[in-house]
């Protein structure tokens, strides 16, 4: 292949990369839309406003607890051979576990605390509900970054595709079905997170299957935080 024919390949493969990035997050976008434009019409005001505190907690601690560590497959997975690449995101598994777990428990024990401060009781058991989530969804938020490193952005597309219509389904679903209220909406998003556990630690590891384990070992200077 000539240089020019080589360039313009390399081109035309990260303008399909970039697109399939933008799709993913246009699907995320979506589904929030979705969800808030549905349960903000079928729900009591009272409720709705429940679920979206659930939710804003949610994620304005994942940011505190998640440590970055998200953001450290790219870092990591680029600079290491595909076959000390499962190791590598074995490692960084463990530690979200391990930071899902304090989450976890600092949202059941700490719901009434919560709860207080933001001035609605009908939150608190909601949050124990919820409690189990940051287990679940925390362990595969490096799931879009593990498939972008190895060139298969098609299928962070289909991740975001599957487990948004888990989101939606299981947020959606038991309200105007079911009738279930803030505490329907809420397991329905515990069960869809489960699915979209299972679902992305399928894909981080599928494309390990065929290749060699090498374990990583971790220079002093991998510990600093990453840029």
Same mark, same amino acid.
């Given at each position: 292949?000539?240089?020019?024919? /080589?360039?313009?390949? /390399? ?13 993913? /997050? ?93 001035? /609605? ?31 298969k952005t098609g299928f962070v597309a289909v991740y975001a595709l599957i487990s948004r219509f888990f989101m939606i389904a299981g947020a959606v679903v038991p309200v105007i079905v079911f009738d279930a209220g803030v505490s329907g909406a809420v397991f329905g998003f515990v ?37």
């Amino acid at each position: 292949m000539s240089v020019v024919a /080589n360039r313009a390949y /390399n081109g035309c493969s990260r303008t399909v990369q970039a697109f399939w990035l933008a799709l993913a /997050n246009l699907l995320s976008v979506s589904a929030t839309f979705i969800i808030a434009a549905v349960l903000s019409r079928v729900m009591p005001p009272d409720d709705y406003g429940t679920y979206r505190q659930v939710i804003f907690v949610y994620y304005t601690l994942l940011i505190v607890f998640s440590c970055g560590l998200p953001r450290a497959y790219s870092y990591f997975l680029a600079r290491v051979p595909i076959e000390e690449g499962r190791d590598v995101v074995c490692r960084l598994s463990i530690a979200l576990i391990a930071f899902a777990s304090i989450f976890s428990a600092s949202l059941f024990f700490g719901a009434d605390v919560i709860a207080h401060a933001l001035g /609605n009781v009908a939150l608190a058991p909601n949050l124990r509900y919820f409690a189990v989530t940051p287990i679940l969804l925390m362990p595969v938020l490096g799931v879009e970054s593990i498939l972008t490193v190895y060139g298969k952005t098609g299928f962070v597309a289909v991740y975001a595709l599957i487990s948004r219509f888990f989101m939606i389904a299981g947020a959606v679903v038991p309200v105007i079905v079911f009738d279930a209220g803030v505490s329907g909406a809420v397991f329905g998003f515990v069960a869809a997170s489960a699915l979209s556990c299972a679902a992305g630690w399928k894909l981080a590891f599928f494309f390990f299957s065929r290749t060699s384990y090498s374990k990583h070992h971790f220079l002093q200077c991998d510990f600093y935080f990453f840029p």
